[in-house]
């Protein structure tokens, strides 16, 4: 076990009783067995999920609740990482972002449902470190106009330049991701972009499976002026469910400086289930 128990005594009929402490419960100790498992069978998982240039395969969802801006809503967030390899040396690392909206309407603002624009990245990243434990990659950025509602919607596909750089030693995650979009296509109508987006990121993953992060998705539109500072803590555990890897958590956002609109602060809860395959790189 990775934590400590107070003994626990069977009964006649089979079942699990406690030693009269009332500290522990079963159901509590399958738990500890489960994420016990987990780390034993994956000792680098929690720490490579909160690097977003680690080559594994994971489809992370959040479901949460935003609170203010035009209208409270409801989002689920899924923002699937897949790696390729491309040669020994090269890794092709496909990281997509997209939103299902829905937000009651305030102050006489109409309700909206449906599915946001789809942000697609592919960084390019070499299998050899620069230096120890720091990785790199850099690569294409794009903004793909497939919002179902005008409350969502650019209008516009953005394409531009993304770069990364994370260094992991144990038990600390360090890095950023900087992309930069500019509008290149899209509705005469819709207003051009031109957008810098930094994602830094910190976190400390324990020996337990356990990590907390403290990051940000700092955007600044060259054209307006203007920035939003949304900052985002989170804490995950790492566990099994079928005899797979999971990782669930909770995590809380709050926008420092935001544009008209956006909400002043969101809940979610986090599920990432790692995943593996032949035709994908560890």
């Not at 909160?50 to 809503?73: C, H, S, Y």
């Not at 449906?114 to 697609?120: E, M, P, V």
């Not at 990659?137 to 750089?165: E, N, Q, R, W, Y």
Request: glycine share 10%; hydrophobic share 40%; with cysteine.
């Amino acid at each position: 076990m990775l934590l400590s128990a107070a003994p626990l005594h069977g009964a006649e009929d089979g079942t699990v009783e406690d030693d009269g402490s009332g500290a522990w419960l079963p159901g509590r100790d399958r738990r500890l067995e489960r994420r016990e498992a987990a780390v034993e069978e994956n000792p680098e998982l929690s720490l490579r999920l909160e690097n977003p240039l680690a080559r594994i395969l994971v489809l992370p969802v959040d479901t949460g609740f935003q609170k203010g801006g035009a209208a409270d809503r409801w989002a689920m967030r899924f923002s699937p990482r897949v790696p390729f390899v491309i040669c020994e040396d090269w890794h092709l690392i496909s990281r997509s972002e997209w939103s299902v909206v829905h937000s009651g309407g305030q102050g006489g603002q109409a309700d909206g449902d449906g599915l946001s624009d789809i942000t697609q990245s592919f960084f390019f990243s070499p299998d050899r470190a620069v230096v120890e434990q720091l990785y790199w990659g850099a690569g294409l950025s794009m903004v793909i106009p497939t919002a179902t509602d005008d409350a969502l919607a650019s209008d516009k596909f953005s394409l531009g330049p993304t770069l990364g750089v994370f260094r992991q030693r144990e038990p600390w995650t360090l890095g950023m991701v900087a992309t930069h979009l500019w509008s290149v296509a899209g509705s005469g109508s819709a207003r051009n972009l031109s957008t810098t987006r930094l994602e830094p990121v910190i976190a400390y993953t324990s020996s337990f499976g356990t990590s907390v992060s403290l990051s940000a998705e700092l955007n600044y539109d060259w054209l307006r002026d203007d920035w939003q500072v949304p900052l985002e803590g989170a804490v995950t555990q790492l566990t099994q469910l079928g005899g797979r890897p999971l990782q669930f958590g909770v995590g809380a956002r709050y926008w420092l400086d935001r544009e008209a609109g956006q909400p002043d602060w969101s809940v979610f809860l986090r599920i990432a289930l790692p995943l593996r395959s032949p035709r994908w790189g560890e």
